[in-house]
């Protein structure tokens, strides 16, 4: 009965083709436009080779074997938060990935009795997060400041705690938020501001809100590491006393095991060179005028403006088969459907890496168009 019921469901995901499994990525593919690596560094021999020219593995630990208030605290951790620290001017916690980071401010700090206003496109572990902090929970418009004022005005004054959150550079649409108005609507609604700067950090060297200097104007800011940090974990930028709280109180913090120190120190030897990192930054934003030119020429629409580039197509099951059309020509790309998206905005979502070369990804955008006209 028990698997009967499952695969039921499992069945009607089929039929709305919608149905997830584990792909074996081919070693044929000639590109890839799916990976969040986008300063493409775990491709990068040099740089991977300086890292481990340095390791001492006589002094090294490969797995921190306790959680960060027992056993796992070891010296690279507490070394690569003093670093970040001297950075930010600001305290820092270093967590095992950004879902915890994220769903540990939410719950630890709101509860019932605060709000909580989040852009409606904001990830799934902020949505985890608020779900199980029991906050009311208020979603505005996607960037849409407008709106968030309106509802700052309408809900705010009636409860304790309040919270606006944003991604900076958003990881299913591409587009990236004006910091500058949501700094100014978080001081004059007496809230508080959290940042997931999952898909900026590495790409605006430290984050959005350290080139734009406004950190000192952010209660939390989350780096992801998993993404242009080319590797995995989370970052959080805090208050001395929010940090202290969450050492206490964060259970995602308290009970599981400590980021392991090898790991800990490929993330602190890249967070280290993110200033030298700048010619590949030159060159992402080289890519990018390159294919929103060449979409523009081929009359492809999105509403895109970052290194993510998002072609709405609506139908599961086109977006199913264009996305199947281009890996079969060799280009590793994957359609994404709700619940990661709304229904009915299935899209083809392609990211753009520092090291791809010019001539290949013309070559890619002759072949997107011939295969989103084909089926449009
Ligand atoms: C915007 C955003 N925030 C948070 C996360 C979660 O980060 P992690 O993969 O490190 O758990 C992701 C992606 O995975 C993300 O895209």
Redesign the pocket.
Known sequence: MFYRELLEELEVLKKQSNYRELKVIKENYTFDFSSNDYLNLNLDKKFKKNFTDDLDYNKISFGSCGSRLLGGNHEEIRGFEQEIDEIFLKKSLVFG???DA?TTVIETFYSKGDIIFTDRYN?A?IYDGLINSGVKIVRYKHLDYIDLEKKLKKYRSSHKRSLIIT?SIY?MDGDIVDLDEVVSLKHRYDSQLYL?E??SYGVLSYGLAYTKSLVGEIDFIML???KGGSS???ILILDEIARSYILNKGRKFIYTTAPSPIQTSWNRYVFKNIPSLEHKRKKLNLLKELFYRKLKEKNIETLSTEQIISIIIGDNKKCVEISSALRASGYLVYPIKEPTVPKGTARIRLTLTADMEIDKVERFIEKLSHELHKKT
């Open positions: 990935s950004g879902y994220n990830h572990s991604e990881s997931d999952a898909h992801g590491l998993g995995n974990g989370g």
